[in-house]
Structure formats: C-alpha cells, structure tokens
C-alpha cells in the first residue's frame, strides 16, 4: 500500500507551542504516515515530547495495544506529577 502524501498544511506552529507533557502513542506498522517521519517532526519541534512506538500495532493502537497505552498515559501523569 502506498503511503499518503505528507499533510500539506502543516501544523507546525502549534506543536512548536505545545508547553505541557506530551506522550504520542504510535503504531509501528501504521500505513497512514511514516513513522520514522513523525518522530523526528516532533522530536525537532516538541523537544520535550516522549514518542512511544509500539512494535506490531498499527494505526488502531489503543484496540491493538491498549495495555502499552495505558502504560505510556501512567508514565506520563506520573511524571507530570513528580515534576
């Protein structure tokens, strides 16, 4: 399957805001965007943002892998919380 062109309006400036934790869950076998791309876009433009890419899940993640979710939304509010 071919893969989408990237978003032509990118959102760039508002992820560049984002000031607060952010955890991104993503499926590694996602067809709907590259992976590897998504990540280093928001690694460059969200610095403090934790990406967690969950091996065999696609874009479905929280049905195909709700505990990897669920252990990646923990982590993040325990974080925030001891911050």
């Given at each position: 399957m071919a893969r989408p062109p990237p978003c032509p309006h990118g959102r760039?400036?508002?992820?560049?805001?984002?000031t607060v934790p952010l955890t991104?869950?993503?499926?590694?076998?996602?067809?709907?965007?590259?992976?590897?791309?998504?990540?280093a876009r928001l690694a460059r433009l969200?610095?403090?943002?934790?990406?967690v890419v969950v091996p065999g899940a696609g874009h479905g993640v929280p049905l195909e892998a709700p505990d990897a979710v669920n252990a990646a939304v923990l982590?993040?509010?325990?974080?925030?919380?001891?911050a």
């Open positions: 760039d400036a508002e992820l560049a805001a984002i991104v869950v993503m499926g590694a076998r996602t067809s709907l965007f590259d992976v590897g791309r998504a990540t969200v610095p403090h943002a934790r990406v982590d993040t509010v325990a974080g925030a919380i001891t």
